[in-house]
């Protein structure tokens, strides 16, 4: 048997808000919205330039596989945080303003990724200080792998 790895990263461009609190237990947003009120408590980055919906449709279809294992990079400047999450054939892409990464199973139309080892109240609070900058930009990469065996071909010589 042959493994072999499929990666397809999307790179998501978004921007540090003051009202960032980055509080909540198990998810965290990244939004195309340039506004944020205090109750907001899971957005984690404004202004991005996709939503589920802007995704490209090989992501898409990469993450909707059973064994779809994500990285999602948050970075603001020298300063990163690294979560892990899982796809679902449930993940339907459909949100046009929103990207929500769950530590649950739960999946709306907003969802990209599932059981995630990080919701926004994981996150480092070096992180959340400089997201809280409405001048920082943030740079989130989501990497999906899919992990494929394939029947290699054997030859037998007698």
Known sequence: MKVEVLRITEVVDALGHENIQSTHKTTFEITKETTLTRRGDCVIAVGATKGAADL?????????????????????????????????????????????????????????????DKAASDLSRELVEKMRDPLHEIKITLMVEDYRTSASTATCQT
């Open 56 to 116: 490209n449709p090989r992501f898409k279809e990469a993450v909707k596989k059973k064994s779809a294992r994500i990285t999602i990079t948050i970075e603001v400047g020298e300063v990163k945080e690294v979560v892990r999450a899982r796809g679902s054939p449930q993940i339907s892409f459909t949100h046009p303003t929103d990207l929500v990464v769950r530590k649950s199973g739960y999946v709306c139309g907003r969802t990209v990724a599932v059981r995630a």
